[in-house]
């Protein structure tokens, strides 16, 4: 996404509603990371901690829907993600103030220090039961590429953010591993979301035996079914195919092929 608007080009009204619940905002920064929403600033005010301000267009339906999405999981995520302290509906403009996090985005290099604080979240994230609203399940975003009995393999009550690239996770001062962003959530297996991070992890460099090493100390993994993660890895395969092509999607297919490597034979 291109746009990303600042505070002094919103429209008076949504300022207007903001400060009204929060106090006086006395400055802002712009957020440049992030593709699905128009608006994201940390907002800094009179009477309280800083806030971050997340907002999109109501004529964005992609950008909406995620939003939505967002406010919809944020009660079962607590102390994995960030609070949803207010909403703001004013303007032509949806918009969601969340618990600022002083922290930086985690590195998935070889050598990093996060990995601990990664496998911890992860941890957590494993035993997140499905909110009380509905989601879609993590098979439905395959429709297309399935083969029989693999959407059944991948049935699951747990919620899943599934979209862990390393804009989406911060490392906060105090050495904890936050996920954010949960514009994309699924219901699935529990050890999904670990196992798009061990391909992250090979991504930026690890090799497969190293993501395995980190795999290995959740336990949601070491409990998953094989026949399972085939099918999350064989049909993740030929959708990524169908999506960039045989050429483009080698690397990445390549990597969640390595993820049957670490299940139980």
Do not use: Q
Not at 91 to 115: K, M, N, Q, V
Not at 242 to 258: L, M, P, T, Y
Request: hydrophobic share 40%; aromatic share 6%; charged share 25%.
């Amino acid at each position: 996404m291109s746009e990303r608007v600042i505070w002094d080009e919103l429209p008076g009204d949504l300022r207007d509603a903001v400060e009204h619940r929060v106090g006086g905002v006395t400055r802002t920064v712009r957020v440049a990371e992030g593709l699905n929403c128009s608006l994201a600033l940390v907002i800094h005010t009179r009477d309280g901690d800083p806030l971050f301000l997340k907002g999109v267009r109501a004529a964005d339906d992609a950008g909406r829907a995620g939003l939505l999405c967002e406010e919809l999981v944020n009660g079962a995520v607590g102390g994995i993600s960030p609070a949803v302290r207010h909403r703001f509906e004013a303007a032509g403009w949806l918009a969601l103030a969340f618990t600022h996090i002083d922290g930086r985005h985690i590195d998935y290099e070889p050598g990093t220090g996060d990995l601990e604080a990664l496998a911890r979240t992860t941890r957590r994230m494993c035993d997140l039961p499905a909110p009380s609203v509905p989601l879609p399940h993590l098979s439905d975003r395959f429709a297309g590429h399935l083969r029989p009995g693999e959407a059944d393999a991948l049935r699951g009550s747990h919620l899943l953010h599934t979209d862990t690239n390393p804009h989406n996770v911060l490392i906060s001062t105090s050495g904890d591993a936050h996920l954010i962003d949960w514009a994309m959530p699924a219901l699935g297996p529990a050890w999904v979301d670990a196992a798009y991070l061990a391909t992250w992890l090979m991504a930026y460099g690890h090799t497969p035996e190293e993501a395995r090493a980190w795999l290995s100390g959740i336990p949601g993994w070491r409990e998953a079914d094989r026949a399972a993660v085939e099918a999350f890895v064989n049909v993740t395969c030929r959708h990524w195919t169908a999506r960039v092509g045989e050429k483009d999607s080698i690397s990445s297919n390549d990597r969640f092929r390595c993820l049957l490597d670490a299940t139980h034979r």
